[in-house]
């Protein structure tokens, strides 16, 4: 029995510890991440389907840890928020967006809209607006050019602390935008308690619009709820010309996804090129 028990020990302890070992191992390389440069920001165009034009961006946190391995997103966002390390991750993604977008729209007509993932752990953190206060400040980027995007967890709590820094950031003059819209709680009585201007369709409900009549009909239900409460609309994950052409078809303009471009860095973003010929 007792050689048994010690089997099976090892077998879930070798589990068991290639994942701690992987989390102790990425945690300690994020913390020299900053230093060393290892960061860069891609971004996604946004496409009005209507105007045929790029209407902004979405930043998303690359990690070329070591200068030498491409670490995805989904790897280390959850790690940097559990060791606290998000916070200051999360104030380098704004300094850097926030210098892009004046880069981008310094002199244009049409600016475009540069939108940064927040984690809720930077609400937590009691100063994030101070520290966008100052970021906007330092770049003398214009707030109206920035959407920040949250998720639906952040509002659930309804904390005072919460609610006052969207009011703050609402007042400022940022758009407020509700990512990964349908995926959560979906209380929609906390849509009008807080200043968000636009819900994002979570890509699953996009990438079922063929397959899955739910997902159809969630769409076109999300859809009918943003316009009638006011709400700007975007939908991610766009992959085919049919779902681009069905999001149209219910007047949901606004859309993200390898369809039309994958992230890419600052340089290869073209805001004069016409989009809609895939369709
Ligand atoms: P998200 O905010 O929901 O971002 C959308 C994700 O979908 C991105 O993955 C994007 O590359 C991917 N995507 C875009 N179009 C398509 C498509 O047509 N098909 C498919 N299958 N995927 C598409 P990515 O860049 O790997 O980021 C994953 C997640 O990591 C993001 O999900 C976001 O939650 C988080 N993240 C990324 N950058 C940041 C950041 O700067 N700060 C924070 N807090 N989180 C970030
Ligand atoms: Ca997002
Ligand atoms: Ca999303
Ligand atoms: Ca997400």
Not at 34 to 40: C, H, I, S
Not at 140 to 164: M, Y
Request: charged fraction near 25%; include cysteine.
């Amino acid at each position: 029995a007792k050689r048994q028990g010690r089997n099976n020990y090892q077998f879930y302890s070798s589990d068991l510890s290639q994942t701690t070992i992987e989390r102790i191992d990425i945690e300690r390389s994020l913390r020299r991440a900053l230093k060393n440069d290892e960061f860069l920001l891609h971004y996604q165009p946004q496409i009005n389907l209507e105007a045929d034009r790029i209407v902004g961006v979405e930043a998303l946190l690359r990690w070329n840890r070591n200068h030498c391995e491409m670490i995805p997103p989904d790897r280390f966002i959850s790690i940097a928020e559990d060791s606290g390390c998000i916070v200051e991750m999360g104030e380098w993604v704004l300094l850097t967006a926030f210098k892009d977008a004046v880069q981008w729209n310094s002199g244009r007509e049409h600016p475009i809209t540069v939108a940064i993932n927040l984690s809720s752990r930077q609400f937590i953190h009691n100063n994030l607006f101070a520290s966008i206060k100052r970021l906007i400040k330092k770049t003398g980027c214009n707030p109206a050019w920035i959407t920040l995007e949250i998720t639906e967890s952040l509002l659930l709590n309804d904390s005072a602390h919460i609610r006052n820094t969207l009011k703050n950031l609402d007042k400022m003059g940022f758009r407020i935008s509700l990512d990964d819209f349908g995926t959560g709680y979906s209380a929609l009585s906390y849509l009008n308690k807080f200043p968000v201007s636009e819900i994002k369709i979570d890509q699953s409900f996009v990438q079922g619009i063929a397959s899955n009549n739910d997902h159809r009909l969630l769409v076109q239900a999300i859809i009918s709820m943003a316009k009638s409460l006011n709400k700007e609309l975007v939908a991610e994950g766009v992959e085919t010309a049919a779902q681009a052409k069905y999001l149209l078809g219910y007047d949901c303009k606004v859309v993200q996804g390898y369809l039309f471009s994958k992230p890419k860095p600052f340089d290869d973003i073209d805001l004069q090129a016409a989009w809609t010929s895939a369709l």
